[in-house]
């Protein structure tokens, strides 16, 4: 070989070597978080080491529970809380006094109050042995069966369910606290004649989740929640309407757009109670292709129980079962490409994200309660990205991006920073968690001095400049305006009064997030 002729070729291998460098450097550069070719991540084993931000903060979260508490109080650790609501249900023969006021009334609004039940339910479901490892398992338990035993009681027979305690009209005319208030506290009921599927399946829902919850604490418990949800969905199911068709009032504050959601959001839990077939044929095969809107995603919320029931359903995809049907199976898949695309709004950096966001990263979509979409969005991420991680499932597609479980929990964490302080306003919204949050939350009891004879007309404590003498500890306030900005005033309901059933949903977030392990294949 001659001279010239070895420089040529060592030149030309040098050349090749620089541009293989080059393009891999260049691949590197590009690469983002849709263009990896992902692999299955490990399974996660026994829950791992506490994140002591997010223990600290569910700790917090479930205190509101204890805030909101009606009835005669047990083991109360509250010291500006005190028995109320005794006789609710008296002028019917029931005893109404458990569940939980709403938000900063004194109302019980069964639809709602359900809810929180189903998805502190689902949360202890998916996490309770997490919760337990950060030592707040217990505290959500007492919290659920408050709601639950409200709800037993609440159905005397199989067609007849209460949904409401007090007039929401006399309750918003006072500012009282809830152990002083005198004013009559009527109840509202659904029946054959005055339907209302909405409430009723959710309450169904709520009572199917919580039968599993307690089957290994209470066996005798569990039947009888179940045997109640079961006759709830067959009401519901049967004698069909709208809770605010048939009372009309209830449009003016929890009115429900649909209750063919809650009938399939019921009819999931009660597959996932009794592996009884014919409820995940309702949900598949009979009702599937006209009720669930596939291919749809929405918004999760006390109102919309889809995205919920999607991805609940996404979990038999995940984890299969041998008694399913090809066309049960089919419909399933339905819902799990549902529940990929409702996962796909929320990534920031997918091609299907929603631009509904504040400057800060906070997914936005309405003014009043503004963090509700944020909690729930975050808490169904969560437990996505978990089913995933645990079915070793490696991505998620988005319009031909991959994006993987790490991804979608980054989506969570980052709406449950900015909840607690990583935002604009540097303000925890957690009231209670951090050295800032809000001190005038829209809370009748947080507002008034435990000593004060206020009453129906305390409205001095509405209007007063003075931060709440009592701490709402736990209540996630309604939160920023779609600016990333809040005004922290009583008077400002909008953006300052909490409800409980938000913190359903943060107590499943931030459980998720406290720490991590798999999830159970099964329920049962």
């Not at 997010?54 to 009606?70: E, I, N, P, S, W």
């Not at 109640?228 to 969905?233: C, E, G, I, N, P």
């Not at 900015?418 to 809370?443: A, E, F, R, T």
Request: proline content about 5%; aromatic content about 10%.
């Amino acid at each position: 070989m001659s001279k010239t002729r070895g420089c040529c070729g060592w030149l030309i291998v040098a050349l090749v070597a620089a541009l293989v460098a080059t393009a891999a450097m260049f691949a590197i550069m590009k690469r983002k978080p849709g263009s990896r070719h992902l692999k299955p991540l490990p399974v996660p084993g026994p829950p791992g080491a506490i994140d002591s931000k997010y223990g600290d903060a569910l700790g917090v979260a479930l205190q509101f529970f204890q805030v909101q508490k009606a009835g005669k109080l047990e083991n109360n650790k509250i010291p500006w809380r005190g028995d109320s609501a005794l006789d609710d249900g008296k002028q019917a023969g029931l005893d109404l006094s458990k569940g939980m006021y709403d938000a900063g009334d004194h109302i019980k609004f069964t639809f709602p109050m359900a809810f929180t039940a189903t998805v502190l339910s689902w949360s202890v479901l998916e996490y309770g042995d997490q919760m337990s490892a950060a030592k707040q398992l217990d505290p959500a338990l007492d919290a659920l069966k408050w709601i639950t035993d409200f709800l037993i009681n609440a159905h005397p027979s199989d067609n007849v369910f209460y949904i409401q305690v007090g007039d929401p009209d006399l309750d918003h005319n006072c500012w009282e606290r809830p152990e002083t208030m005198a004013e009559k506290r009527p109840l509202t009921q659904i029946n054959k004649k005055s339907p209302g599927s909405d409430v009723a399946a959710e309450a169904a829902a709520a009572m199917a989740a919580a039968s599993m919850v307690f089957k290994s604490i209470n066996t005798t418990y569990s039947d009888e929640l179940l045997q109640h949800a079961q006759k709830l969905f067959t009401f519901a199911d049967t004698y069909r309407g709208l809770a605010s068709d048939s009372y009309p009032k209830l449009q003016n504050y929890y009115n429900s757009t649909s209750y063919v959601d809650e009938l399939l959001w019921a009819a999931s839990w009660l597959y996932h109670a009794t592996g009884d077939q014919t409820y995940l044929s309702y949900v598949t095969v009979q009702n599937g292709k006209a009720y669930a809107d596939w291919g749809k995603p929405t918004w999760f919320s006390w109102d919309d129980k889809l995205p919920g029931t999607q991805v609940l359903l996404s979990r038999l995809n995940f984890f299969g079962s041998k008694q399913i049907s090809n066309a049960e199976n089919e419909g399933l898949k339905n819902y799990r490409d549902t529940a990929e695309a409702v996962i796909c709004g929320l990534l920031p950096d997918s091609p299907q994200a929603t631009a509904s966001r504040t400057g800060g990263g906070l997914v936005w979509i309405s003014g009043w309660n503004s963090l509700q979409h944020a909690t729930n969005s975050a808490f169904l991420a969560v437990v996505y990205s978990d089913y995933m991680l645990s079915s070793r499932t490696a991505a998620v597609q988005c319009s031909g991006k991959s994006f993987s479980p790490t991804d979608i929990r980054n989506f969570a964490i980052s709406q449950a920073n900015y909840i607690l302080g990583d935002n604009p306003m540097k303000l925890s919204y957690l009231v209670g968690y951090g050295s800032s949050y809000p001190q005038q939350v829209h809370h009748r009891g947080a507002s008034i001095p435990a000593d004060a004879k206020t009453g129906c007309k305390g409205f001095q404590y509405l209007h007063s400049p003075d931060p709440n003498p009592n701490v709402a500890m736990g209540a996630l306030v309604g939160g920023p305006f779609q600016n990333d900005s809040f005004v922290d005033s009583r008077d400002n309901a909008v953006q300052t009064e909490s409800s409980t059933y938000n913190s359903g949903t943060l107590v499943g977030l931030l459980s998720g997030l406290v720490t991590t392990s798999s999830v159970a294949q099964s329920f049962t």
